[in-house]
């Protein structure tokens, strides 16, 4: 038998996800890889130690990832996970690198390799790896159904007897693959959807799927997109713009949905407190970007509230979570087809290839160092032991002269970022 892959039960008590299943596990067994499985990792997702035990791991415990080659998990490794690690161990997982400088440094100094799969290059060769979009997917789904809850009334229109029932008017705001999904979600549903979004290509996905669109399409909203497919960051003349067009639109639905999110930075503010304010009561509002600041001005992470006005903002953390069983499945595909690329046949052996584009675009740390472009900050954080060891020499005069010298090259990846 080759290498060992370790997964762990989630630290992260909120963290209901599992990073293998019992198809992964079968396929890294049938790799030449020894699975170990974490005993009762499985359980938040309905997968249970017999279920993983069946396709051909071993359960074991919590010191077992010090012998491992491979780590498979959801979240980040926390400091007392690391310390648990060995030295040159490869770590998959959703490393939230934007903002965590500390935390990428600890992962250098513990001498892992650490893939961050949130970073994973949305290009062909990589739609079955990108957990961005499994997991979104099912959020946007999640997001709907949540809101129906909340709502407490029925979203198709029924025509009876009794009398007739209005369909729910359903506005997503944000049409990435966590919009798309919910605007199908609510269309089957039998609700009225309409949606908006800075990216032109979104005009059309929106009408395929029923829905209607609604956007102020200038010269600027004709550009607003990357090479990547997500969306930039609009002026605040446009933001403005689109606000003004919004805020009459949103007094009149039921449910909002809102889901923008830019790689990196805080979540634009698209619905205003008046926006809320104009709502009627008995609205709903889900904001699915709560984790970073949140779309909704006055929405809580980790909590559903409700306004004086009868309002409530549904500002759930982990919105994946709350379908485990189905999201977990999806998650451990994209790990798994991520790491089989790496995977020497013959020596059964993980083999780190950094000419790849996917190992380039991911690998956040190696060898005792941050090797990703985009995370100067956690590098300077991981050298900061040895920059302040020198100052402690004899050498006194030489000590100002390092930090001046390091000045234009600690700004030059901040351009580029």
Do not use: C, W
């Not at 250098?108 to 990589?126: C, D, H, N, Q, V």
């Not at 209005?166 to 959807?193: C, D, E, H, N, S």
């Amino acid at each position: 038998m080759g290498q060992t892959v370790f997964v762990p039960k989630e630290s992260d008590v909120t963290e209901t996800r599992v990073a293998a299943s019992p198809e992964t596990v079968k396929r890294l067994a049938g790799l030449g890889l020894a699975v170990v499985v974490e005993k009762g990792a499985g359980e938040a997702s309905r997968i249970t130690d017999a279920d993983f035990a069946g396709a051909g791991a071993t359960i074991g415990k919590p010191g077992d990832a010090a012998k491992a080659d491979v780590i498979l998990k959801v979240r980040r490794p926390s400091d007392v996970e690391l310390k648990g690690y060995k030295a040159g161990a490869v770590v998959l997982a959703a490393m939230d690198p934007y903002g965590n400088d500390a935390a990428v440094a600890a992962m250098a100094k513990a001498g892992i390799s650490a893939f961050a799969m949130e970073l994973m290059p949305r290009i062909t060769r990589a739609q079955s790896m990108d957990i961005l979009s499994s997991q979104a997917n099912l959020a946007g789904y999640q997001a709907v159904i949540d809101a129906a809850a909340e709502y407490d009334r029925a979203l198709p229109m029924m025509m009876t007897a009794a009398g007739t029932v209005p369909a729910a008017k359903v506005f997503i705001m944000g049409v990435g693959v966590a919009g798309l999904q919910a605007i199908a979600t609510a269309r089957r549903l039998g609700a009225v959807v309409t949606a908006t979004d800075v990216r032109p290509a979104a005009k059309e996905q929106v009408a395929s799927l029923g829905a209607k669109f609604l956007a102020v399409e200038d010269e600027e909203f004709k550009a607003a997109e990357t090479a990547g497919g997500y969306a930039k960051e609009m002026s605040k003349e446009y933001q403005a713009k689109q606000a003004a067009l919004t805020a009459e639109h949103i007094a009149k639905q039921d449910i909002v949905i809102t889901t923008a999110l830019i790689p990196g930075r805080p979540a634009p503010k698209l619905v205003s407190a008046a926006m809320v304010a104009s709502m009627k009561a008995g609205s709903v509002i889900v904001d699915l970007a709560v984790e970073r600041g949140g779309n909704v001005e006055g929405s809580v992470a980790g909590a559903v509230i409700t306004l004086e006005n009868g309002v409530k903002i549904v500002g759930h953390l982990n919105v994946p979570g709350r379908v485990a069983a189905s999201s977990s499945l999806l998650y451990a595909k994209n790990l798994y087809t991520f790491l089989e690329t790496m995977v020497d046949k013959e020596k059964k052996a993980v083999v780190v290839n950094h000419d790849d584009e996917l190992v380039k675009a991911t690998l956040l740390t190696h060898g005792g160092k941050v090797v990703h472009a985009n995370f100067a900050g956690a590098a300077t954080v991981a050298a900061e032991p040895t920059a302040t060891a020198k100052p402690a020499s004899a050498k006194k005069p030489a000590a100002p002269k390092k930090p001046a010298a390091k000045k234009p090259a600690a700004s030059k990846p901040k351009g580029g970022a």
